[in-house]
């Protein structure tokens, strides 16, 4: 198959579409849900897919994060042990993934996409309800796991991430998505710091995307900030909605 990335029509649809998964993922996650497809459509390998898709999320989450953060909500006093969590785990999953072979994830890659759109679509989403801390180690052990989704495949893992935080943790839905946005920045780098040593990056194509993430995410968060809880729950429904019809219908 012919690499249509190298065309600059390609380079500009997936700017745009960098753009809007960033915003999108800065409110509520699963922004690699709509880049991961898009790249493996225009003729990209998965491989390169993975590892250009962690290099120029990397630049949204950290703008999302440094958002947050600059808004008081980066407020869990666990967030190092998280940061540490995330990123080893994502280290984990990447170095596997590596291993794969290109005609394996291609079989993967789907049934995976499939399977995270169903689980927005069956979930019930954030309760904004605030529960008990009774759970660290299983938590800290969750925190791992989703680090290593991360770096194994990886869209989706923000919103694993909120959901983990509201219903475990009990914290509110503004600091779940403050401090998903941390996580999902450790795990990001981590697994683009294991590509690009591997020699999968697509620098070019990946620093334009990373232009659109910034922008995305810059916007994505302020209006989070801006509205709060209200804007989180429709956002994750319409993202499953449309993501569904695309995958089963595209």
């Known amino acids: 198959m012919d690499y249509l990335y190298e065309e600059s029509t390609v380079f500009i649809i997936l700017f745009f579409v960098a753009f809007f998964a960033s915003l999108i993922d800065s409110i509520a996650g699963g922004g690699g849900l709509l880049t991961t497809p898009s790249m493996l459509l225009l003729g990209i390998s998965p491989l390169n897919v993975l590892a250009t898709n962690k290099f120029q999320s990397c630049f949204g989450t950290f703008t999302s994060t440094y958002n947050y953060y600059k808004n008081g909500l980066l407020t869990e006093r666990k967030r190092v042990l998280y940061f540490v969590l995330s990123f080893v785990g994502s280290s ?24 995270a759109a169903i689980f927005f679509i069956t979930n019930k989403g954030p309760s904004g309800v605030r529960q008990n801390d009774k759970l660290l180690i299983i938590f800290n052990l969750l925190v791992f796991a989703i680090g290593f989704y991360d770096g194994f495949f990886g869209p989706g893992t923000g919103s694993f991430f909120v959901l983990s935080f509201i219903i475990i943790k009990g914290i509110n839905i503004m600091e779940a998505t403050a401090v998903t946005k ?3 920045f450790s795990s990001n780098f981590a697994a683009f710091i294991i590509f690009a040593i591997q020699g999968y990056v697509i620098w070019l194509l990946g620093l334009s995307m990373a232009v659109a993430q910034i922008a995305g995410a810059y916007t994505g968060s302020r209006f989070a900030i801006k509205n709060g809880e209200k804007v989180v729950r429709p956002v994750l429904v319409i993202v499953s909605l449309l993501l569904s019809a695309r995958i089963l219908f595209g």
């Open 182 to 184: 941390l996580l999902n």
């Open 92 to 115: 984990v999953g990447t170095l596997l993934v590596s291993r794969i072979s290109n005609e394996t994830l291609e079989s993967v890659i789907p049934i995976l996409l499939i399977a």
